[in-house]
């Protein structure tokens, strides 16, 4: 299976300053990649009528590193983010060639 795309995302994340890890779900939670064009209803990517297939791979490209499982993406930080402000992540999600 070979990677055909990839779409870059970029996440801001507000820490408690004690976590160092940061789970979502991208077909569940309100973290999901949303996309709507002028007239249409905002919907989730990998959700509904699956227009999009699920990534099968991330990469961050921030200091944060990131695993997917599923749709299940897990930050790792090696020192907490801040509660004071929020912390940006830059991700590409991987998706394979059909």
Same mark, same amino acid.
């Given at each position: 299976?070979?990677?055909?795309?990839?779409? /870059?995302? !970029?996440?801001?994340? !507000?820490?408690?300053?004690?976590?160092?890890?940061?789970?979502?779900?991208?077909?569940?939670?309100?973290?999901?990649? !949303?996309?709507?064009? /002028?007239?249409?209803?905002?919907?989730?990517?990998?959700?509904?009528?699956?227009?999009?297939?699920?990534?099968?791979?991330?990469? /961050?490209?921030?200091?944060?590193?990131?695993?997917?499982?599923?749709?299940?993406?897990?930050?790792?930080?090696?020192?907490?983010?801040?509660?004071? /402000?929020?912390?940006?992540?830059?991700?590409? !999600?991987?998706?394979?060639?059909?």
């Amino acid at each position: 299976m070979a990677i055909q795309g990839a779409v /870059s995302v !970029l996440l801001n994340v !507000l820490g408690d300053g004690t976590s160092t890890s940061f789970v979502f779900d991208l077909s569940k939670d309100v973290y999901s990649i !949303l996309v709507a064009q /002028s007239g249409e209803t905002v919907q989730n990517w990998f959700t509904g009528d699956r227009k999009f297939p699920a990534p099968v791979g991330i990469q /961050s490209l921030s200091s944060a590193s990131a695993a997917l499982e599923g749709t299940v993406v897990t930050l790792t930080f090696s020192t907490p983010p801040p509660a004071s /402000s929020p912390t940006s992540v830059n991700l590409r !999600l991987l998706f394979a060639s059909e």
